[in-house]
């Protein structure tokens, strides 16, 4: 049963690198979510995609974050120039149907930036 | 800011016993979902609510949709010790709405 895959599971960066977080959804499922998840805190949205389409943004930080969702290959979400406050866990998640529809999450990606 | 208010944020009880989990919220939700989340994983659905006054049982888990649909619960009776995790309830205000959820209560259930 293959779920939502992120990779990597675990990443280090220093001050001032980029991250670059993977998720490829559930098979048949062209809705992908992205959270953020700091220790003892629920889930923070951050950005909604479609294939090849943002649909909601609004909680994605308007400077050196951004995201995309391509006609072919995983959905990316991207950190420019990490600063310490970025250190958090990012889960991706995927849906068939969109907005309001059972979300299945991946295992996320624990980032620490040092 | 729409929010979900989760409580309590903390719980730990011995197995047997019984607990309710509340999210509310001051708008009225078009669906309403439960996760359970475990420590270095991800969130797992247990269950959507869409109608006001709607009840699901899953086991010993009763869930339950307020009759205006802006606040739901979460009970567990005769909890064990592999119910420990963290219970999100995830809201969604529209159709087309992302979904939001709420802070998340932190259940330890000690044998």
């Known amino acids: 049963n293959a779920g939502v895959m992120q990779n990597p599971r675990h990443l280090v960066r220093r001050r001032g690198q980029e991250a670059r977080l993977r998720c490829s959804p559930m098979?048949?499922?062209?809705?992908v979510y992205w959270y953020r998840q700091l220790p003892e805190e629920g889930l923070k949205f951050m950005v909604y995609l479609q294939k090849e389409n943002i649909i909601d943004e609004s909680g994605m930080p308007k400077e050196r974050f951004s995201a995309e969702f391509p006609k072919e290959g995983p959905s990316i979400l991207r950190i420019q120039q990490v600063v310490r406050g970025d250190s958090a866990a990012y889960f991706c998640?995927?849906?068939?149907?969109?907005?309001?529809?059972?979300?299945?999450f991946g295992n996320g990606t624990r980032l620490t930036v040092t | 800011t729409q929010l979900l208010e989760q409580s309590p944020q903390f719980l730990s009880i011995q197995e047997g016993e019984n607990l309710t989990v509340y999210c509310n919220s001051s708008?009225?939700?078009?669906?309403l979902q439960w996760y359970r989340q475990e420590p270095g994983e991800g969130p797992v659905l247990l269950v959507t609510v869409v109608t006001g006054g709607e009840v699901k049982k899953l086991k010993r888990l009763t869930f339950q949709f307020g009759d205006a649909r802006k606040d739901s619960s979460l009970h567990i009776t005769a909890a064990q010790p592999g119910d420990t995790g963290l219970y999100l309830c995830a809201g969604s205000y529209n159709q087309g709405g992302k979904l939001i959820f709420g802070q998340g209560t932190e259940l330890s259930v000690k044998p």
């Open positions: 998640a995927s849906s068939p149907y969109g907005a309001g529809s059972p979300l299945h």
């Open positions: 098979k048949g499922h062209s809705h």
């Open positions: 708008s009225v939700f078009s669906s």
